[in-house]
């Protein structure tokens, strides 16, 4: 089981910091991914990270403002959102990835969370 928290309200130009954690202890063997979705609107990808955190990569539309790391100790991997714009708004949904490979939107998942609502306002 994957569970998000961290989501809320915030004003345009603010930060969040979503989180993402499990209990499995095979947590570290996979990377992992973090998507978006708006209501009536496709699931939209926002980043993964290697298993090991060494490897990420960004859609362009968060890039230099949004960094995504792992706890491997701790089984969690958080998402740092800054200068967050109302666009952001969305359910943030974490996820265990397969076949991953870096550099490339995931295809293939395992467990996804439930999903954290992140709200910006103008």
């Known amino acids: 089981q994957l569970v998000e928290s961290g989501g809320g309200l915030v004003q345009a130009g603010g930060s969040l910091r979503l989180s993402c954690s499990t209990s499995d202890h095979t947590f570290s063997t996979y990377a992992m991914a973090w998507f978006r979705q708006v209501p009536g609107k496709e699931r939209e990808f926002v980043c993964t990270i290697s298993w090991s955190g060494g490897a990420t990569f960004y859609a362009d539309s968060v890039k230099g403002r949004f960094t995504v790391a792992r706890d491997n100790a701790k089984n969690t991997m958080s998402l740092q959102m800054n200068s967050l714009k109302p666009e952001d708004t969305a359910m943030y949904y974490c996820?265990?990835?397969?076949?991953?490979?870096?550099?490339?939107?995931?295809?293939?998942?395992?467990?996804w969370g439930q999903g954290t609502q992140v709200t910006v306002s103008s």
């Open positions: 996820a265990v990835v397969f076949g991953y490979s870096d550099n490339e939107v995931p295809r293939e998942f395992g467990l």
